[in-house]
């Protein structure tokens, strides 16, 4: 483990956040962050509320300036890129809240995050995709997106992402306000993600769970890095385990 700022030694970056600096007007939410996720791997960035995990991701994704530093998608600068233009790039971002239309279908949800990409006939492949990849979403097409459990809605937010296939993904809070069941399930979900190829970059404030499926991690407080290493390693930290584990 290595305290915030030195760079840990790795195989092909899929993701390289350089010296970032991100401020609302006067508050500088996220000062001199840099961050490395390793391509293939999945990384956690975990820290208490208000400590600008949103704000980075935002800053990665297009959604919010930055005021200072670099990022790089496999080597590639990406600086203040806008959201669609990255999405093409293979970078998706499943936001904090999930952001579902409720009074639309499954389907409707999925049309309308791709038309605009893609021709009718390949967008439909690419929902069938995801129906194959969450069949609940196949059983619940046709019925409207806040009709489903929370649980569902945070797949229906993954797989609205997936389907520009993204080779990067990063998750904001999917476990945000799910029961503990529907948590190991959304966790669950995330593994499989994985497994079928995405690099994954995950902020979460459930510590240990975010811990235990990483690889690598990054603590944020108050807009700055204070801790990042191997996840297992950081998961016995003691100061990890007194401020995030419960002790
Ligand atoms: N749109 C905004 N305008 C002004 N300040 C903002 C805005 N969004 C976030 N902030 C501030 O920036 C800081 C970081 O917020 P951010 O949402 O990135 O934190 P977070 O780590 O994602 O927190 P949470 O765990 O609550 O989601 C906070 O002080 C917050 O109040
Ligand atoms: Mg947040």
Known sequence: M??????????????????????????????GVSLEVGEGKIVALIGPNGAGKSTILAALCGLKKPDRGTVRLY?????????HRLVAEGLSLVPEGRAILGRMTVRENLVLAGERKWEPKAL?????????????????????????????????????????????LLLDEPS?????????????TIRQIHERGTTILLVEQNARLSLSV??????????????????????????????YLGG
């Not at 080597?75 to 959201?83: D, L, M, V």
Request: hydrophobic share 50%; charged share 25%; net charge negative.
């Open 2 to 31: 290595t305290e915030a700022g030195s760079s840990p030694a790795g195989a092909a970056l899929a993701l390289q956040v350089d010296d970032l600096d991100v401020a609302y007007g006067h508050v500088e939410a996220v000062r």
């Open 75 to 83: 080597g590639k600068e990406i600086t203040g890129w806008p959201s």
């Open 124 to 168: 439909a492949a690419a929902i069938d995709e995801q129906v194959r990849d969450f069949p609940i979403l196949g059983e619940r097409i046709g019925q409207l997106a806040g009709a489903l459990s929370g649980g569902q809605q945070q797949m229906l937010a993954f797989a609205r992402a997936l389907l520009a296939r993204p080779r990067v």
């Open 176 to 188: 945000m306000g799910l029961s503990p069941i529907l948590v190991s399930q959304v966790f669950e």
């Open 214 to 243: 990483a690889d690598d991690a990054y603590v944020l407080e108050r807009g700055a890095l204070v801790l990042e290493g191997k996840a297992a390693e950081l998961a016995d930290d003691p100061r990890i385990r007194a401020a």
